[in-house]
């Protein structure tokens, strides 16, 4: 049997890690392709739905991570495209989504129109940018920056760290 390792992240990933990078600057740092355990920890297993405390110990994972200067989780980043309009996929990102929400960590989408829309998005409100002409990158990368600042999770406890 013979392995070989593989490029981690298609182009378009690529694309879109480049753009957020231009968003955030080097206050934050992006982390593509991290598992929802190691972002989300499970404190009362009692209260979190057999199915979600499933779920987030599944294989599953986020597309991107953008961390603070202390390693926290500031923001979450999905790459939508047709893939995930499909219906198993989008009861995995309501998961994914769910244990966003009760970890504090904000949920941003992004995803291709027309070949050259990027349209950045949330619960309650989208931006749309068009990559090739700039109009809109300002609104793009402010749209960014807001919910990076906006997590909830600056306040995570070092009590359970083994050292």
Do not use: W
Request: net charge negative; charged share 25%; glycine share 2%.
């Amino acid at each position: 049997m013979s392995v070989k390792a593989k490029r981690l992240i298609n182009y378009h990933a690529e694309a879109m890690l480049d753009f957020l990078q231009t968003c955030v600057g080097t206050e934050y740092k992006i982390c593509p392709e991290v598992s929802l355990a190691r972002i989300c920890e499970s404190v009362n297993k009692n209260k979190l739905e057999y199915e979600l405390r499933q779920f987030l110990f599944s294989c599953s994972s986020v597309d991107a991570l953008i961390i603070d200067s202390d390693y926290n989780p500031c923001l979450v980043v999905e790459f939508q495209s047709s893939y995930h309009d499909s219906a198993e996929a989008k009861e995995r990102d309501r998961k994914k989504a769910t244990l966003l929400k009760l970890a504090g960590v904000p949920l941003i989408y992004s995803r291709i129109y027309n070949v050259k829309l990027l349209h950045l998005y949330s619960e309650d409100e989208a931006i749309i940018h068009n990559p090739f002409t700039g109009e809109g990158r300002e609104d793009a990368q402010a749209f960014v920056r807001k919910y990076c600042e906006q997590s909830t999770v600056s306040n995570i406890q070092l009590s359970n760290l083994p050292f």
